[in-house]
């Protein structure tokens, strides 16, 4: 189970980059408005990266305290 959420964290965060470069590429180029659109879902994706992380962190805890 951590290891989905483990995954799902990596996901987010993968996608916040992308969509954090994307933000760059555009307001770089003078296109604010899709910058500023690349960049709220950039932080979308980091907030919930962040969830997925904290959740996966409190299970690994759990998982290793069981052996």
């Known amino acids: 189970m951590p290891r989905d959420t ?5 996901e987010h965060h993968e996608n916040a980059a992308k969509s954090h470069r994307a ?12 910058g500023h659109e690349h960049s709220s879902t950039a932080q979308r994706h980091s907030k919930t ?9 409190k299970k690994s805890g759990e998982h290793a ?3």
């Open 6 to 10: 483990h995954t799902k964290a990596a």
């Open 49 to 57: 990266a962040r969830e997925h992380s904290d959740t996966a962190h």
């Open 23 to 34: 933000a760059a590429e555009h307001h770089g180029k003078g296109d604010h408005a899709t």
């Open 65 to 67: 305290g069981k052996k």
